[in-house]
């Protein structure tokens, strides 16, 4: 009893650590100034209550969207510590000992190259690199969950959003999580595995405790792309995709299917052809084109149906099914 109480309160001291408290505090304040400077551009008579209404408007807060979202959020973040999913890292390290078993077997040196602690140098550039291979990493794979009808079948959880109201960035099929953790383990991991050959120990960058992923998604502002905040950051969309770039991604404009997949930079999808500007302040209605659209603004439909439509989807391509000929990438639906 004793063991356990100590745990639980090990934990709790654990979540409100300063490190936490201040990841809390940034991502509450970019929200906040988000919402400041959207309501300001957007309103010209300008009130406490009018800012609420803004940030709060009825039309989102009670659509039924945004209320699978808060029960699907709570229901995932009871589930997902019993999911017990692997957490990314372990793919990434497995990945990456193999490829350093591989390269150093072949390569003509003992590694590391560099002997001793690497040098804060070292680390920023480790640290790049590896913020690089991720961010390229969720491309591809983002790319690839609109392209197949197996993937894409998990990844409508997420599109299936018809408001956005920051937790919708949690909507996501617990499968499909797992399967894009297992897939980050191969280019990060890779980069990994080669880094390693270099120096030993490597970690990479925290600011002011903070892990340097973190600091990622507080600078993409994922909370943030996943509201009705029209926020760009003007001459850095070049590198950085802003909010407005990302809610075109949930369009169910035809001209908006996959378009700007891009995590933290936006450089991929101008790279790879897939990059679409937004008009200033223009507006998207969200959500699936299909007609049974609604099906998944419940819990059965968030966790169960993707699975029934991802197997029938399995069966067909394994030649079970039915022989009617279906495209190899969704047409009418779309996108996250």
């Keep these: 009893m004793y063991d356990t109480l100590h745990n639980l309160v090990a934990q709790i001291l654990d979540k409100v650590s ?17 919402a400041l ?8 008579q300008k009130s406490l209550r009018e800012f609420f209404d803004f940030v709060f408007p009825n039309e989102i807060i009670y659509h039924p969207s945004a209320r699978a979202d808060l029960l699907f959020w709570v229901t995932r973040k009871a589930l997902m510590p019993l999911l017990m999913l692997p957490a990314g890292i372990t793919f990434v390290v497995a990945v990456g000992y193999a490829t350093s078993t591989v390269l150093g ?9 560099m002997s001793g602690e690497p040098g804060p140098l070292t680390v920023v550039v480790f640290t790049v690199t590896m913020l690089v291979a991720y961010d390229l990493s969720y491309y ?22 018809e408001v956005m109201v920051g937790i919708t960035k949690d909507r996501v099929h617990p499968l499909d999580e797992l399967m894009n953790r297992a897939w980050d383990g191969v280019i990060p991991g890779i980069c990994f595995g080669i880094w390693s050959l270099v120096a030993f120990n490597l970690v990479e960058l925290t600011i002011f ?13 994922d909370f943030v792309r996943h509201t009705h ?9 070049s590198v950085i995709l802003c909010p407005h770039w990302h809610q075109l ?27 679409c500007v937004p008009e200033p302040d223009e507006d998207f209605r969200f959500g699936l084109m299909e007609r049974n659209a609604s099906d998944y603004q419940s819990l059965r439909g968030l966790y169960l149906m993707p699975l029934k439509r991802m197997w029938r ?24």
């Design 209 to 221: 405790g903070v892990n340097v992923y973190v600091m990622r998604n507080i600078l993409m502002m």
């Design 229 to 237: 905040f029209k926020i760009s950051f003007g001459r850095l969309n």
């Design 37 to 44: 400077i959207a309501y300001w551009r957007t309103v010209e």
């Design 313 to 336: 989807q399995i069966v067909k391509r394994l030649g079970f099914g039915k022989t009617s000929a279906e495209p190899a990438a969704k047409s009418e639906a779309q996108r996250s």
């Design 140 to 161: 591809l794979y983002h790319v690839a969950q609109h392209r197949y009808p197996i993937l894409w079948e998990l990844h409508k959880v997420h599109h299936s959003a």
């Design 249 to 275: 991604h949930h369009s169910t404009d035809p001209r908006h299917y996959d378009k700007n997949f891009g995590l933290l930079f936006s450089f991929w999808d101008r790279l790879f052809g897939t990059q």
């Design 18 to 34: 300063a490190a936490n408290l201040l990841t809390t505090a940034l991502l509450l304040l970019t929200a906040f100034v988000s």
């Design 105 to 113: 077997a072949v390569l003509p040196f003992t590694p590391p190259l």
